[in-house]
């Protein structure tokens, strides 16, 4: 097995038996409550979670966030991911597909989220850092038409690198860089972090270049400093990593921050996304679509069908949420004036 396909399979394994959670740097929404509507004068079935997206109707403001590819495991996930996002009308991404141009074979586990989801409005994932290594437009216009994808991740991961063993840490002339590929592709090219946050400046540079969306992906989840600290042989780097574990800004703090700098710009909310609840913060602070993967990981090595469940239990506590606070729709709720600050 190559070491890529090694790794992908390390971080699932670490994500679902290992602590790599930021217990101590919370995702911020815990500071945030909403004022409970005693008359909300509507029944649940009268919500609508319906919500447009990058010109696209979805059923909720719910992205299904990428995970993984490469391994069959990788392709089982996927699958399954793909089978709940057709099923209930939402928007997903993949894992980075850079090994499929070290592995074409690798190229089915990435493929297996279309086959299950025909409808699906699919995202392909490539390491912006990439773009110093080789990659240029044409490759990352190849990468999203192999898959079928409607739209590219381009995702920024600089820590994770950092303490990954080889990892690519040249990030220089990467907003050039990023910018040739928007001009070049015929479809939506988006901006992720991977759990570190994006800072309002960061955010204003990217949108100038013409990215079509940024997820903010702040701190309080999953921290791949940590996934990496593990998977490290050398005690230096696996220091590093421990030390750098916490880092980043918390999700509420970024989402706040980019959307006081981009008032009507297109973001998404991740890091620490754990509830219907959490979504509903979320989207009251400024998101356009919340994206999580942590709760849905373990289910997608199941089946599709608990992938399912676990999103229509999210989607019920939005629903409930929304409802207790006398709110009909999405466009209300992203003008709700129920939530406050407590903290």
């Known amino acids: 097995m190559s070491d890529i396909s090694q790794r992908k399979l390390d971080h699932i394994d670490l994500v679902l038996r290992e602590d790599v959670g930021m217990a101590g740097n919370p ?28 010109g696209r109707r979805f059923e909720a403001p719910i992205l299904i966030a990428s995970m993984t590819g490469g391994p069959q495991r990788g ?56 773009l110093n290594y080789g990659f240029d437009p044409a490759r990352v216009i190849e990468a999203v038409e192999a898959i079928g994808a409607d739209g590219v991740f381009l995702h920024l991961n600089a820590l994770q690198e950092l303490i990954q063993p080889g990892g690519d840490t040249d990030f220089r002339g990467l907003l050039d860089r990023i910018e040739a590929v928007v001009k070049a592709a015929p479809f939506p090219v988006l901006i992720k972090e991977v759990g570190c946050g994006i800072a309002p400046e960061t955010a204003r540079k990217l949108a100038a270049r013409g990215v079509a969306a940024i997820d903010v992906s702040g701190a309080g989840g999953t921290s791949w400093a940590k996934i990496e600290a593990h998977r490290a042989a050398d005690p230096a780097q696996r220091t590093l990593g421990e030390v750098f574990g916490e880092w980043g800004l918390p999700t509420a703090v970024a989402l706040r921050g980019c959307r006081d700098a981009l008032p009507d710009f297109p973001l998404i909310a991740s890091g620490g996304i754990r509830t219907g609840l959490d979504v509903a913060k979320a989207i009251a602070l400024g998101a356009d679509m919340v994206s999580f993967a942590m709760p849905l990981l373990e289910p997608a090595t199941r089946s599709g069908e608990a992938v399912e469940a676990a999103l229509r239990q999210i989607l019920a506590e939005l629903r409930a949420t929304m409802f207790l606070i006398g709110v009909r729709d999405v466009a209300t709720l992203r003008r709700s004036r129920h939530l406050l600050r407590t903290v």
């Open 75 to 130: 392709e089982d996930i996927n699958r399954h991911l793909g089978q709940a996002a057709q099923a209930l009308g939402l928007p997903m991404g993949v894992g980075s597909q850079r090994i499929i141009f070290e592995k074409p074979e690798a190229l089915a586990s990435f493929t297996a989220a279309r086959a299950a989801g025909p409808d699906v409005f699919l995202l392909g994932n490539l390491g912006a850092v990439q």
């Open 27 to 54: 995702t911020g929404f815990g500071g945030y409550a909403f004022i409970p509507e005693a008359l909300p004068e509507l029944a649940p079935s009268d919500v609508d979670l319906g919500t447009t997206f990058l």
